[in-house]
Each structure stands twice: as structure tokens, then as C-alpha cells.
């Protein structure tokens, strides 16, 4: 791999365009390529757009569990994405903050006054004084230390370890191969070894390096292809939907699913998949019902690349049914589509009263308009579902603790509904 090439050359935006949606790291031997989604500003710092691409994989691997298979037309082959990212990253880790690899040690003995006495070998090999009462007393010890030894196996499957995440992962810390292992155990033996010193030891920071290294030589000794290698979805817009609904949503939402079920004239009823909302947001005794949408509008500016029909119409259907179910007043009850965009580079532009073009939105999140049913009075603000952008950058680095500011302004940009001047009687054809 070329390891004086620039970290930023190997980073690519997403346009979601067709072919152009693959979200995290495709690599071979010769180079790798680390794909951010849609809307998100990469850094001008190289340090902090390293720590960009760790927290990609952070996010990338907290979410995709259902969504193992990558789609084959992209690769020669079928490929799954069980590359243990995580473990590569360890074993650098602590590589990078230790400076040294694991060294096991053998146990050495020595006549001494003080130290970790080996009574045992203390009452075989010294000579004890006999006090009055019969007690013996040791005036030396046979005491056990520790000699370092590099030849040990451990040592050598971890030098193995070191150089391989180097090798695939290593470019994202630092422009430096380590050295070459050396004779180490086969692949199935370094797991069979690393088994069994898991089970003996009870040292935290041993326990991780150890699992990390396993998890590596797995995926080594299961692996069909020894050149390329990749992490992650082509699937995006289900991570999208799953940090929105973990930054906003409540956890118990089943109360708020329309159901249905067929009342048959033979045999018994039959209840139906129900319809489920994205996200149900509780804020200030207030219902925000929000609808994840990886769309390119954030990023185009094309209304084509707005939800459609079918998707305006479910969230009025969610909103029609919370209000009856749940008895929510107008000024409680409300809807958005939540997609990407970058606030620091999206075609939401205005003409200033100079005649100078000025960003509309320089905030995390806003408001880009409205979308409503022909068929509906829209007189109720939940037949008004709020068009809202979040800055990709933001959200992924926000999702696990959204604050209740940022929570205030999400209602605040879907508020806007009452701001809006009344919905025009629809264009009759």
C-alpha cells in the first residue's frame, strides 16, 4: 500500500447517486478508500479527520448487524462484511500506546531478605531459625521474579498481529510499516493458543489485546481472499433511520402503530403487519412524528429528490391516528421528514437585500419546506409534514446523547408549520 499517500486522497463523499451509495472502506493490498455518506464535511484537519474515519466505523458497526451481506454486483465475488474492524484498531491501538509488543515472561528465583516469597520453595531450600514457641522464622526467602522472553508464542502471535493490522489498517495513524514477525504458529494454533490464555487470565487490558488478536486471525483463517478487504453497507439509509430514532425517538413506540387485520367470513380474523413510524419523538408533552429519509434533496436542491406520495400519505395516516388514539390537540401533534445535508456547502441559497447571495441554513439542523396531501383540508399541522435537514457530521457524532437543546431545536425548525402561511386549495386539473 502506498503509505505516502495523503489520508484526504483516500476519502470520498457520497453523492447517492447510482453505483455511489456504499458507505465505510473498501481496501486491497495496494490502497484503500474510506467512503463517508452523503452530506458530510470532512475536516481540513488531518488529525481530527482521522478520528472521522474511527468514528464512521463506530457508528457502521454499532448498526449493521442485520445488514451483513454487501451487494455482490459491486465486488467480482459475493463478499460479507465480517472484517473485524474493531480488532484491527485495538491491536494498532495498543500497539501505538504501549510502544512494545506483548513480551510473556518465565519464572526466575532468588535468595533475598524481601520480596514475593515462594514458600514452598522457601521451605524446601532455606534454613529456618526455631523460636522458644516452635514458629520458624525465615531470615531468607527463596523469592520468585520474572525474566522477559521473546521467544515465547504469545509474543510471537502478537508480532504476527501488530504487523498484519499494520499492514491493511495501519495508514490511518501512522506512515510507518513495523518489522517483519519472524516464525510464529500457524493460524490455527495462534487461536487454539490464544483460547486458552483467555481462559487463564484475569488482566482487563490483556483480556481485550487477546480477544482483538483472536478476532483477527478468524477472520485470517476464514477468509477466501488475502487482497481485498472492506467494512461496510450499501444499506446507509437503515444506520440513517437507526441514529435518528436513537437521537430523538422514545424507546416504547408500540402505542403509537396504526393496526389493521382482515375480518374474515370464514375462519378467524387475521391482524396485519401494522404500519410503524421511523421515530416517535416526546418533547416538552408535545408528538413529533419523524419519517428518516436518506435523500439527496439536502445535497441536490432537485424536488425530485423529495419523499414521494406514498410516503407523504403514510405519516398523514400516522398523524390521523395518533390524534384519535391519543386525543392530542393541533399544537402537540406534528410531522417531519428528517434528511441529510451539510451546513457548510448545500444549495440552500437567498438573494440578500444587496443583491448578494447568502446561506439560508449555517445551523445543524433546519427547515426546507412542506409537504401536504391535495386530498386533505390540511388544516391540522400533522397534514403538514415538515421537510428538515441534519448535517450528517453532526448527527453522527450527536446520536448517542442528544442533548435537550438540540432536541428544542428540531421542534423548533418543525414548528415552523405555524408560522407558514395557510396551505393554498389544491390546482384543480
Not at 19 to 36: E, R
Not at 56 to 64: E, H, I, K, N, S
Not at 93 to 118: C, I, Q, V
Not at 174 to 200: F, R
Request: aromatic residues 12%.
Amino acid at each position: 500500500m502506498d503509505l505516502q499517500k495523503n489520508i484526504r486522497e483516500r476519502c470520498h463523499v457520497n453523492t447517492n447517486d447510482e453505483g455511489d451509495s456504499f458507505v465505510g472502506v473498501k481496501a486491497d493490498t495496494d490502497d484503500a478508500v474510506i467512503y463517508f455518506p452523503i452530506g458530510y464535511q470532512l475536516p481540513s484537519n488531518d488529525d481530527d479527520l482521522r478520528q472521522d474515519i474511527n468514528n464512521l466505523f463506530g457508528v457502521l458497526a454499532a448498526f449493521m448487524k442485520e445488514d451483513r451481506v454487501i451487494d455482490e454486483s459491486k465486488f467480482a465475488a459475493p463478499r460479507t462484511v465480517d472484517f473485524p474492524m474493531h480488532a484491527y484498531l485495538k491491536v494498532i491501538r495498543n500497539f501505538l500506546r504501549t510502544g512494545r509488543y506483548y513480551m510473556e515472561t518465565d519464572p526466575l528465583y532468588r535468595t533475598d531478605t524481601k520480596g514475593n516469597a515462594s514458600w514452598p520453595k522457601t521451605v524446601r531450600e532455606q534454613r529456618a531459625l526455631v523460636q522458644k514457641n516452635g514458629s520458624l522464622v525465615f531470615t531468607q526467602m527463596t523469592v520468585r521474579a520474572v525474566t522477559p522472553n521473546a521467544n515465547k508464542q504469545i509474543t510471537q502471535i502478537h508480532r504476527y498481529c501488530v504487523y498484519e493490522a499494520f499492514e491493511k489498517m495501519g495508514w490511518l495513524y501512522v506512515p510507518y510499516m513495523p518489522e517483519q514477525p519472524g516464525p510464529h504458529p500457524s493460524i490455527k494454533e495462534s487461536i487454539y493458543i490464544l483460547t486458552k490464555k483467555l481462559a487463564s487470565t484475569h488482566n482487563d487490558q490483556e483480556q481485550e489485546l487477546f480477544s482483538a488478536m483472536k478476532d483477527m486471525l478468524t477472520y485470517i483463517d476464514e477468509s477466501t481472499s488475502e487482497k481485498q478487504y472492506f467494512f461496510g453497507t450499501d444499506f446507509f439509509e437503515r444506520v440513517w433511520e437507526k441514529m435518528v430514532d436513537k437521537a430523538f425517538g422514545i424507546e416504547n413506540k408500540d402505542e403509537f402503530f396504526p393496526r389493521t387485520r382482515w375480518l374474515l367470513d370464514y375462519g378467524r380474523d387475521k391482524e396485519k403487519t401494522p404500519l410503524i413510524p421511523d421515530t416517535i419523538m416526546v418533547f416538552n408533552d408535545k408528538v413529533y412524528v419523524l419519517d428518516a429519509k436518506l435523500y439527496r434533496y439536502g445535497f441536490s436542491g432537485v424536488p425530485d429528490h423529495l419523499p414521494n406520495g406514498t410516503d407523504i400519505n403514510k405519516q398523514i395516516t400516522y398523524g390521523e391516528y395518533i390524534e384519535r388514539i391519543k386525543h392530542i390537540p393541533n399544537d402537540s401533534l406534528y410531522n417531519a421528514f428528517i434528511m441529510p445535508f451539510n451546513k457548510n456547502n448545500n444549495p440552500f441559497w437567498a438573494v440578500d437585500t444587496n443583491g448578494n447571495l447568502v446561506p439560508c441554513i449555517t445551523t445543524d439542523i433546519g427547515n426546507v419546506g412542506e409537504a401536504v396531501g391535495d386530498w386533505k383540508a390540511n388544516m391540522q399541522n400533522y397534514e403538514r409534514i415538515q421537510g428538515i435537514v441534519i448535517d450528517t457530521r453532526f448527527l453522527m457524532y450527536n446520536y448517542i446523547s442528544m442533548s435537550d437543546q438540540q432536541k428544542q431545536n428540531l421542534a423548533s425548525c418543525i414548528e415552523k408549520v405555524r408560522s407558514r402561511n395557510p396551505v393554498p386549495a389544491p390546482r384543480t386539473i
